[in-house]
């Protein structure tokens, strides 16, 4: 009985229906190019995919469904990369949407490391300043800035690497083809 289902459970089954839907249009736009376009872009779709789906179903659970209802739904919304592969093949044919379908794709995949991650960075800002208030230290402004920069390095590290690699990713390609 889905009626029962609580919010969140709905809100993962429709988030998960549009991520598994931008997830087909990613692989069909790249079986498109080639067999192996399509597995290069499927190998970090898996790899994502499996503790996603683990802790969708989770959280279904959590949200009232019992642990067949939780599959069904779960495959349910899985279904949806069907529709976006034959969407994706389809647009894949035209060159000019490949640029977009990939961004679309890592803008989800950064969305969803961000959405994690976040909160949990918050926390632990949160709970330094804290620990620093039970030892009677003051929290400055240096300290406040040292935490800012050491939380988000990994972030701007990983958007640095996401950059030179869309700008001299097809130098890279010619090295390794050599």
């Known amino acids: 009985n ?3 289902m609580k919010a969140a459970g709905w809100m993962i ?16 736009a790249a079986f498109m190019v080639s067999i192996g376009e399509g597995l290069r872009m499927s190998l970090p779709i898996i790899c ?6 683990l802790g969708d179903i989770a959280v279904l659970l959590s949200s009232g469904l019992s642990i067949g209802q939780a599959l069904v739904v779960n495959f349910l919304a899985a279904c949806s990369c069907y529709l976006g592969f034959f969407i994706g093949a389809k647009l894949g044919e035209l060159e000019e949407f490949h640029g977009w379908i990939y961004a679309l794709a890592g803008g ?9 991650m976040i909160p949990e ?3 632990m800002g949160d ?6 208030m039970n030892l009677q230290k003051p ?3 240096y ?17 640095a690497i996401m950059f030179l690699l869309a700008k001299y990713g097809t130098h890279l390609e010619n090295l390794v083809q050599l």
């Open 48 to 53: 994502e995919e499996f503790p996603h789906e």
């Open 121 to 123: 960075l918050v926390s």
């Open 13 to 28: 089954f429709l988030g998960d229906m549009l991520h598994n839907f931008i997830d087909g249009l990613t692989l069909g």
């Open 108 to 116: 989800m995949f950064v969305y969803i490391g961000l959405a994690d």
């Open 2 to 4: 889905l009626k029962a």
């Open 127 to 132: 709970e330094v300043e804290k620990d620093f």
């Open 139 to 141: 929290i400055t402004i």
């Open 143 to 159: 300290l406040k800035l040292k935490i800012l920069f050491y939380q988000n390095s990994g972030v701007v590290l990983g958007i």
